[in-house]
């Protein structure tokens, strides 16, 4: 059965970069089946995706925060990255990684992450 | 980009009746609909895929329809676990895009 589990700082200052990484257990990030994915959720909204990665490297980012993401694979640990830059109190969320599946769109995100709070705060 | 509005925003019922929410997409999605099932704290759970098809251990109390624009989850008699928020989502391959919406609140009466 494949697990995600998001690992990074809880607190991060504004202007810097937010660092997360998902490690993938019971299953392979370098699976051509599947799309990695990174969602956030502001206290007390709604979820807002944030962008997915392929095995390849291939990346599909949400263009409101297109100028500041960047996701990476390491497909040698079995994780996928997110690097948030010049984060405000904004960026403060809960913060989950999830499955996908490639290619037809019909599927949904079937495997979530717990999901992990980061707070921007000086 | 694709705009998905969810109706109503809060659904207050008691346990037993049928609940019936709704996702409305700004443009056709074709089936390629999901609705997921969140509860305070924890992650979001992927109830329905393919608009109809339930997700891998999803109890029969929980339907999915419809197609192109308009789409409904039902669940057909409610359980205390039920109260939570639903979302529904769609993933388009070109513009590759993901959008949710924003939510219903299903709430005991």
Known sequence: QVQLQESGPGLVKPSETLSLTC????????SGSYYWSWIR????????W??????????NYNPSLKSRVTISVDTSKNQFSLKLSSVTAADTAVYYCARDKSGSPKYGMDVWGQGTTVTVSS | EI????SPATLSLSPGERATLSCRASQSVSSYLAWYQQKPG???R??????????TGIPARFSGSGSGTDFTLTISSLEPEDFAVYYCQQRSN?????????????EIK
């Open chain 1, 41 to 48: 959720q502001p206290p007390g909204k709604g979820l807002e």
């Open chain 1, 23 to 30: 490690t993938v257990s019971g299953g392979s990030v370098s």
């Open chain 1, 50 to 59: 944030i962008g997915y990665i392929y095995y390849s490297g291939s990346t």
């Open chain 2, 3 to 6: 705009v998905l509005t969810q």
């Open chain 2, 42 to 44: 924890q992650a979001p």
């Open chain 2, 46 to 55: 992927l109830l329905i895929y393919d608009a109809s098809n339930r997700a």
């Open chain 2, 94 to 106: 070109w513009p590759p895009r993901v959008t949710f919406g924003q939510g219903t609140r299903l």
